[in-house]
């Protein structure tokens, strides 16, 4: 639409049901649209926005009747799309530019049926106006799906030029893509197609068939039937020239095809494909009665579609009504039925009656007419009770009468059912019972009989209860009481009335268990070896005399195993065969009709103890350890606890060691290689028995003890003399000893084993704290370490210097070397400190073979002055510190650098208005990186600072980007392996002035026969100086003559023959002020031509007026469309055979 700001266009988005649509109003907030809805969107540019689809999905734009439509179809795998890109671009993030659209509040109810419109080309599409797009699967009416996707297809074919080359580079191009989806490498396929692939332009003949295709004219209408009707039109033709010829004799090598839509929503409605072929009329079929029709054509051919036809309107005939839906039931007696039904299409005619028929109740197929009327319901009477009857519909308008509808089979209803038979136990509960009954003899299947179960409790005094009201045959009743008798009844009834009950039956449930006895209790005194137990009835027998009582007895109080010990009614019980001092629990529980009880609670019983007698003696089990033994003995009489005592090797006394229930013990904290003696007594709640006979045992030997702290004793700074003493052996004497030795407490190594009691340490390091402890073994085992003790070493000279090599700092960066250093008489040297032994370095000593050694102080790098060029010396070092000098380091060799080289002599071998080309010294102009001899050219800038322009090994350099007439100052350096040399003296060269720009082709112009006038374009002054103008002029084959020269811009040649050729060029001079004058380039050659007798005759198409051509040069020559589609052909092999051999080789392998 268009308002009075600027053009804006309406998008529609259609909703699909179960799908949402987010946007993002003006006031910023969010609103959820879901569907099925319509919803217009405004772009306030006139722009389209870009469709994103889900991936598996592609985009096509269909264009009818001016407008754009956008469908979203699933990608089939063997389809390559080419006319038209589809949209990968990712997805934006989301309400990214939602508000570059604004709902459109007058339209937002969507009407019933809508379709996503766009108005607008692709090209209108920007990318800043991107909608929020929900994936979805797009569902069309039945027969659209196929239309579309033959429309798909049709529209991104790609259109190819009529010629061989192409067609055979595109047909090769379908080839490498299927063999790579031969063999299942479909990703690569698929991304081949979409980044290869691109789409053809049409050319002027496909342009003129597409223009041909679109002047299709109107079709024409006949035959109109109810449901059908005959389409046909001509067959599309080129409209004829002004002189009355056909614009274009040639006519296309395929023959057209058309495809005919149909609308029944409007002229502009939505069209959908009904008919595609090359036949010039088609029969439309399966059309709708009284409906209106618009109808159009499109004619296709080779690939290419041209715009529809206009389209013809027209109204089906009317018919006869659509058959009827079955009559419904609307009520119904024993005798009556009343039937009502709903109206059909009338197909474009009023219904005025319709016609009822039934069966008559007979069964046998065949209807009688009942009722004729323009009512839609009716009663019919007179019916048999409980019977069947067949019912049929159907409707008459002015144009006939409708098929019958389906046959509908009614029943009427049956008379009061008679009483049933009385009601069936099924199974008993405690609180429930299942009851069963039969319908009443007589009564019809159709009859719809429910039923009534009523109940009474034995002494309730309320009579009988409805306990069910149903139509099924069988109930359960709960929540009764236990064996309790009660009576039933049941009674029929159906929408006629109810039927007298039935004869009463009656019923008991069942009765419940016991409750559990009540806890047992001891009756007399208890014995060691039995007791008398009593109990008493449980409180609730559950409905049901108790039969019998079952008594259990557990030994022990854990409660995990029982025994059966009484059965019987008796309710008191004797257990025997008990044991002394032990403790029991016994529990109840009886049984009736019912069941089984619960278990009572549990009766603890405790049996009187008896001292026990002498034990044997403990016996020794396995071998004595050294400070342990194990002791084992038998048990006689079940006791709480037994006692062992023990009585040391020079001691009579006892003391006591284990007291416990346990047949045996452990007897720990013993000396090795001792006797002692044990005795045992058990005990129970009477008391201890009398002691054993004792037993004699002999503790094994033990580990030797620990030793004392090892003695050290330095004998010089790298050899100490440890010592110790022997500890007690407990039993079994000492076989060696082992010295751990370390520089750290907890990095300790055994560096001695052996049976002496002194070892000596040598190589050791000066000034250094060294840790060592000893520990002594025997047969029985390795005694625990001595204490760490701590020896320091005495202080010595210096250690060997390591590591030294030259001082190259100066090459890294680091601070400049002093003025009078120079790599060709000094050597800078770098050396680590050794290890100074525990006394300070006071200076080093370096050793230069023939020359007087050099002593520095405490440093780590020297500088050794007054060498000599290029010459190898033997360096070592020595430190040393106040306990003397210590070792010369290892002998190396270091050289001296050569002297520096001199500058070579700059000169200038050529220039230019810009440039300046520059040599020095002897050599090729181009030389390897690596050659030792380099050079730095530096050149003065405005601030007079000099600036490097080259550094590298070459002898030539150009320097470019010059201003003319300037004067530059260079110098230059060369440098080596040695160091950099001076810089050469200040050279100075000037840049010379730049001559004109050429001037372009002149244009000359015929005066008379003998004359003409020659013109060019005019220079502007350069820096100041005035620019004048050479022509020059060249009869025939001769050569060129000066004709003019001055500033003026034009001249008039004279005295030309009319019959010669003449060639014109100019050329622009610059006058310069102080210097000479410089000549640019001549422009390109003008030629003019002689006058001909025959061309003033030929239609005045040139006259005396008319300018001559420019002499043209020769055209390059380009690539044919046929090397261009070879070309592109090679390209495509060989990156298919690359893919494929990479892909077969890695991938795969």
Same mark, same amino acid.
């Given at each position: 639409?268009?308002?009075?700001?600027?053009?804006?266009?309406?998008?529609?988005?259609?909703?699909?049901?179960?799908?949402?649509?987010?946007?993002?109003?003006?006031?910023?907030?969010?609103?959820?649209?879901?569907?099925?809805?319509?919803?217009?969107?405004?772009?306030?540019?006139?722009?389209?926005?870009?469709?994103?689809?889900?991936?598996?999905?592609?985009?096509?734009?269909?264009?009818?009747?001016?407008?754009?439509?956008?469908?979203?179809?699933?990608?089939?795998?063997?389809?390559?799309?080419?006319?038209?890109?589809?949209?990968?671009?990712?997805?934006?993030?989301?309400?990214?530019?939602?508000?570059?659209?604004?709902?459109?509040?007058?339209?937002?109810?969507?009407?019933?049926?809508?379709?996503?419109?766009?108005?607008?080309?692709?090209?209108?599409?920007?990318?800043?106006?991107?909608?929020?797009?929900?994936?979805?699967?797009?569902?069309?009416?039945?027969?659209?799906?196929?239309?579309?996707?033959?429309?798909?297809?049709?529209?991104?074919?790609?259109?190819?030029?009529?010629?061989?080359?192409?067609?055979?580079?595109?047909?090769?191009?379908?080839?490498?893509?299927?063999?790579?989806?031969?063999?299942?490498?479909?990703?690569?396929?698929?991304?081949?197609?979409?980044?290869?692939?691109?789409?053809?332009?049409?050319?002027?003949?496909?342009?003129?068939?597409?223009?041909?295709?679109?002047?299709?004219?109107?079709?024409?209408?006949?035959?109109?039937?109810?449901?059908?009707?005959?389409?046909?039109?001509?067959?599309?033709?080129?409209?004829?020239?002004?002189?009355?010829?056909?614009?274009?004799?040639?006519?296309?090598?395929?023959?057209?095809?058309?495809?005919?839509?149909?609308?029944?929503?409007?002229?502009?409605?939505?069209?959908?494909?009904?008919?595609?072929?090359?036949?010039?009329?088609?029969?439309?079929?399966?059309?709708?009665?009284?409906?209106?029709?618009?109808?159009?054509?499109?004619?296709?051919?080779?690939?290419?579609?041209?715009?529809?036809?206009?389209?013809?309107?027209?109204?089906?005939?009317?018919?006869?009504?659509?058959?009827?839906?079955?009559?419904?039931?609307?009520?119904?007696?024993?005798?009556?039925?009343?039937?009502?039904?709903?109206?059909?299409?009338?197909?474009?005619?009023?219904?005025?009656?319709?016609?009822?028929?039934?069966?008559?109740?007979?069964?046998?197929?065949?209807?009688?007419?009942?009722?004729?009327?323009?009512?839609?319901?009716?009663?019919?009477?007179?019916?048999?009770?409980?019977?069947? @009857?067949? =019912? *049929?519909? #159907? !409707?008459? +308008?002015?144009? %006939?009468? $409708?098929?019958? &509808?389906? /046959?509908?089979?009614?029943?009427?209803?049956?008379?009061?059912?008679?009483?049933?038979?009385?009601?069936?136990?099924?199974?008993?509960?405690?609180?429930?019972?299942?009851?069963?009954?039969?319908?009443?003899?007589?009564?019809?299947?159709?009859?719809?009989?429910?039923?009534?179960?009523?109940?009474?409790?034995?002494?309730?005094?309320?009579?009988?209860?409805?306990?069910?009201?149903?139509?099924?045959?069988?109930?359960?009743?709960?929540?009764?009481?236990?064996?309790?008798? @009660?009576? =039933? *009844?049941? #009674? !029929?009834? +159906?929408?006629? %009335?109810? $039927?007298?009950? &039935?004869? /009463?039956?009656?019923?008991?449930?069942?009765?419940?268990?016991?409750?559990?006895?009540?806890?047992?209790?001891?009756?007399?005194?208890?014995?060691?070896?039995?007791?008398?137990?009593?109990?008493?009835?449980?409180?609730?027998?559950?409905?049901?005399?108790?039969?019998?009582?079952?008594?259990?007895?557990?030994?022990?109080?854990?409660?995990?195993?029982?025994?059966?010990?009484?059965?019987?009614?008796?309710?008191?019980?004797?257990?025997?065969?008990?044991?002394?001092?032990?403790?029991?629990?016994?529990?109840?529980?009886?049984?009736?009709? %019912?069941?089984?009880?619960?278990?009572?609670?549990?009766?603890?019983?405790?049996?009187?103890?008896?001292?026990?007698?002498?034990?044997?003696?403990?016996?020794?089990?396995?071998?004595?350890?050294?400070?342990?033994?194990?002791?084992?003995?038998?048990g006689g009489s079940p006791v709480s606890c037994y006692s062992v005592e023990v009585s040391g090797p020079q001691t009579e006394e006892s003391r006591e060691v284990y007291q416990g229930p346990e047949l045996d013990c452990t007897v720990g904290s013993l000396l090795p290689g001792k006797t002692y003696s044990f005795r045992l007594k058990a005990a129970n709640k009477a008391g201890f028995g009398p002691f054993s006979e004792r037993c004699e045992?002999?503790?094994?030997?033990?580990?030797?003890?620990?030793?004392?702290?090892?003695?050290?004793?330095?004998?010089?700074?790298?050899?100490?003399?440890?010592?110790?003493?022997?500890?007690?052996?407990?039993?079994?004497?000492?076989?060696?000893?082992?010295?751990?030795?370390?520089?750290?407490?907890?990095?300790?190594?055994?560096?001695?084993?052996?049976?002496?009691?002194?070892?000596?340490?040598?190589?050791?390091?000066?000034?250094?704290?060294?840790?060592?402890?000893?520990?002594?073994?025997?047969?029985?085992?390795?005694?625990?370490?001595?204490?760490?003790?701590?020896?320091?070493?005495?202080?010595?000279?210096?250690?060997?210097?390591?590591?030294?090599?030259?001082?190259?700092?100066?090459?890294?960066?680091?601070?400049?070397?002093?003025?009078?250093?120079?790599?060709?008489?000094?050597?800078?040297?770098?050396?680590?400190?050794?290890?100074?032994?525990?006394?300070?370095?006071?200076?080093?000593?370096?050793?230069?073979?023939?020359?007087?050694?050099?002593?520095?102080?405490?440093?780590?790098?020297?500088?050794?002055?007054?060498?000599?060029?290029?010459?190898?010396?033997?360096?070592?070092?020595?430190?040393?510190?106040?306990?003397?000098?210590?070792?010369?380091?290892?002998?190396?060799?270091?050289?001296?650098?050569?002297?520096?080289?001199?500058?070579?002599?700059?000169?200038?071998?050529?220039?230019?208005?810009?440039?300046?080309?520059?040599?020095?010294?002897?050599?090729?102009?181009?030389?390897?990186?690596?050659?030792?001899?380099?050079?730095?050219?530096?050149?003065?800038?405005?601030?007079?600072?000099?600036?490097?322009?080259?550094?590298?090994?070459?002898?030539?350099?150009?320097?470019?980007?010059?201003?003319?007439?300037?004067?530059?100052?260079?110098?230059?350096?060369?440098?080596?392996?040695?160091?950099?040399?001076?810089?050469?003296?200040?050279?100075?060269?000037?840049?010379?002035?730049?001559?004109?720009?050429?001037?372009?082709?002149?244009?000359?112009?015929?005066?008379?026969?003998?004359?003409?006038?020659?013109?060019?374009?005019?220079?502007?002054?350069?820096?100041?100086?005035?620019?004048?103008?050479?022509?020059?002029?060249?009869?025939?084959?001769?050569?060129?003559?000066?004709?003019?020269?001055?500033?003026?811009?034009?001249?008039?040649?004279?005295?030309?023959?009319?019959?010669?050729?003449?060639?014109?060029?100019?050329?622009?001079?610059?006058?310069?002020?102080?210097?000479?004058?410089?000549?640019?380039?001549?422009?390109?050659?003008?030629?003019?031509?002689?006058?001909?007798?025959?061309?003033?005759?030929?239609?005045?198409?040139?006259?005396?007026?008319?300018?001559?051509?420019?002499?043209?040069?020769?055209?390059?020559?380009?690539?044919?469309?046929?090397?261009?589609?070879?070309?592109?052909?090679?390209?495509?092999?060989?990156?298919?055979?690359?893919?494929?051999?990479?892909?077969?080789?890695?991938?795969?392998?």
């Open positions: 639409m268009v308002n009075g700001e600027g053009p804006q266009q309406v998008i529609l988005v259609q909703v699909n049901p179960g799908e949402a649509f987010t946007i993002r109003r003006e006031d910023g907030h969010l609103q959820c649209i879901t569907g099925p809805a319509q919803v217009p969107m405004m772009s306030p540019n006139g722009s389209v926005p870009p469709i994103y689809v889900p991936p598996g999905y592609v985009s096509q734009i269909i264009e009818e009747n001016g407008v754009r439509r956008v469908l979203v179809l699933p990608q089939q795998p063997e389809f390559h799309p080419g006319g038209h890109s589809p949209l990968h671009h990712p997805p934006p993030p989301p309400h990214a530019h939602l508000p570059a659209f604004i709902p459109h509040p007058a339209m937002m109810p969507p009407p019933p049926h809508l379709y996503t419109g766009m108005a607008g080309g692709v090209g209108d599409m920007s990318s800043q106006y991107i909608s929020q797009y929900h994936p979805a699967h797009i569902y069309s009416e039945q027969g659209e799906s196929e239309t579309k996707s033959h429309l798909f297809l049709f529209r991104w074919r790609p259109v190819l030029k009529d010629n061989t080359a192409q067609r055979i580079a595109v047909i090769f191009f379908y080839t490498c893509c299927f063999v790579l989806f031969l063999f299942s490498w479909r990703r690569l396929y698929f991304i081949c197609v979409s980044l290869v692939y691109v789409p053809l332009e049409l050319d002027e003949e496909a342009q003129a068939l597409q223009a041909l295709l679109s002047t299709i004219s109107k079709p024409a209408v006949s035959d109109i039937q109810a449901r059908g009707a005959v389409l046909s039109w001509s067959a599309p033709t080129r409209p004829e020239r002004e002189e009355g010829g056909v614009e274009d004799d040639s006519s296309p090598s395929e023959p057209f095809s058309y495809e005919v839509s149909i609308s029944y929503s409007g002229k502009d409605g939505k069209y959908k494909s009904t008919h595609s072929g090359e036949e010039l009329s088609a029969t439309l079929e399966d059309l709708r009665p009284a409906t209106d029709y618009h109808v159009r054509v499109q004619a296709m051919c080779n690939c290419l579609q041209g715009s529809p036809s206009e389209a013809v309107s027209f109204t089906t005939l009317s018919c006869e009504p659509e058959p009827p839906n079955p009559p419904r039931k609307a009520s119904g007696t024993k005798n009556t039925l009343v039937l009502q039904w709903k109206a059909p299409c009338d197909n474009g005619s009023k219904i005025q009656n319709y016609i009822l028929q039934w069966d008559e109740g007979k069964g046998t197929g065949m209807f009688e007419q009942c009722y004729y009327g323009p009512q839609k319901q009716y009663r019919v009477t007179k019916l048999s009770p409980a019977s069947r @009857y067949s =019912f *049929r519909l #159907a !409707a008459k +308008n002015d144009m %006939g009468t $409708s098929e019958f &509808s389906e /046959v509908v089979d009614l029943f009427t209803s049956c008379s009061v059912p008679s009483p049933p038979l009385p009601p069936e136990l099924l199974k008993a509960g405690v609180t429930w019972l299942c009851l069963q009954w039969q319908r009443p003899t007589g009564s019809p299947k159709e009859d719809d009989i429910y039923y009534v179960l009523e109940m009474e409790e034995e002494g309730s005094g309320y009579g009988f209860q409805p306990s069910y009201d149903g139509e099924e045959l069988s109930c359960t009743v709960r929540n009764l009481h236990r064996s309790t008798k @009660y009576k =039933f *009844r049941v #009674a !029929a009834y +159906n929408s006629e %009335g109810k $039927s007298n009950p &039935s004869q /009463v039956a009656e019923f008991t449930t069942n009765p419940d268990r016991p409750s559990c006895p009540c806890r047992p209790v001891i009756k007399g005194r208890v014995l060691p070896t039995s007791f008398r137990m009593a109990w008493e009835p449980p409180k609730d027998d559950g409905g049901a005399e108790v039969t019998k009582y079952v008594v259990e007895l557990s030994e022990g109080l854990s409660g995990l195993s029982w025994e059966l010990v009484y059965t019987g009614p008796a309710m008191e019980h004797v257990c025997e065969s008990l044991k002394p001092g032990c403790s029991y629990q016994t529990r109840i529980y009886c049984m009736s009709e %019912g069941g089984q009880s619960p278990l009572s609670e549990t009766l603890q019983v405790q049996t009187p103890a008896v001292p026990p007698g002498p034990c044997q003696p403990p016996r020794l089990v396995g071998k004595p350890k050294a400070r342990e033994v194990q002791l084992r003995w038998d045992v002999t503790t094994g030997p033990g580990a030797p003890e620990p030793c004392k702290a090892p003695c050290t004793t330095c004998k010089s700074p790298s050899c100490v003399v440890v010592s110790w003493e022997a500890p007690p052996c407990n039993g079994a004497p000492v076989t060696e000893f082992r010295l751990e030795w370390g520089a750290a407490e907890g990095s300790m190594q055994v560096c001695y084993s052996g049976p002496a009691l002194s070892h000596e340490m040598k190589g050791l390091l000066p000034a250094t704290n060294y840790f060592c402890r000893v520990q002594a073994v025997n047969v029985a085992g390795v005694g625990p370490f001595s204490e760490v003790v701590l020896c320091q070493t005495p202080c010595s000279v210096p250690a060997a210097v390591s590591n030294v090599h030259e001082d190259e700092e100066e090459d890294d960066g680091g601070s400049p070397p002093p003025p009078l250093y120079s790599p060709s008489t000094c050597l800078g040297l770098c050396w680590e400190p050794p290890c100074d032994h525990g006394s300070e370095i006071t200076s080093y000593l370096i050793d230069l073979g023939e020359r007087q050694p050099i002593a520095v102080g405490p440093v780590t790098k020297y500088i050794i002055q007054h060498l000599q060029p290029d010459t190898s010396y033997r360096i070592r070092i020595q430190a040393l510190n106040s306990l003397g000098a210590g070792p010369f380091s290892h002998t190396f060799k270091l050289k001296t650098k050569p002297l520096p080289p001199q500058p070579p002599r700059l000169e200038c071998t050529a220039f230019s208005h810009q440039t300046l080309r520059l040599k020095w010294g002897d050599g090729p102009a181009k030389a390897a990186t690596s050659d030792a001899l380099q050079y730095q050219l530096q050149m003065e800038d405005k601030s007079g600072r000099f600036i490097s322009l080259y550094k590298g090994p070459c002898h030539t350099h150009k320097v470019q980007r010059l201003n003319e007439s300037t004067s530059y100052s260079f110098r230059i350096q060369a440098f080596n392996e040695a160091g950099e040399g001076p810089f050469s003296n200040v050279y100075t060269f000037t840049t010379p002035r730049s001559p004109p720009a050429p001037v372009k082709a002149p244009k000359v112009e015929r005066l008379e026969d003998n004359s003409c006038e020659v013109t060019w374009e005019a220079l502007p002054p350069m820096k100041g100086d005035p620019i004048i103008y050479t022509l020059q002029c060249m009869m025939g084959n001769s050569d060129f003559k000066q004709a003019y020269k001055g500033s003026a811009t034009s001249h008039h040649v004279h005295n030309l023959q009319p019959s010669s050729d003449y060639r014109f060029r100019v050329c622009a001079i610059r006058q310069c002020q102080d210097a000479p004058e410089l000549s640019g380039p001549y422009s390109p050659t003008v030629t003019l031509s002689p006058q001909r007798s025959d061309v003033a005759a030929g239609g005045g198409a040139t006259g005396s007026g008319s300018r001559a051509g420019a002499e043209s040069s020769r055209p390059r020559r380009s690539l044919t469309d046929e090397q261009c589609a070879f070309l592109l052909l090679m390209v495509f092999a060989v990156i298919a055979i690359l893919i494929a051999f990479v892909i077969q080789y890695f991938v795969i392998k």
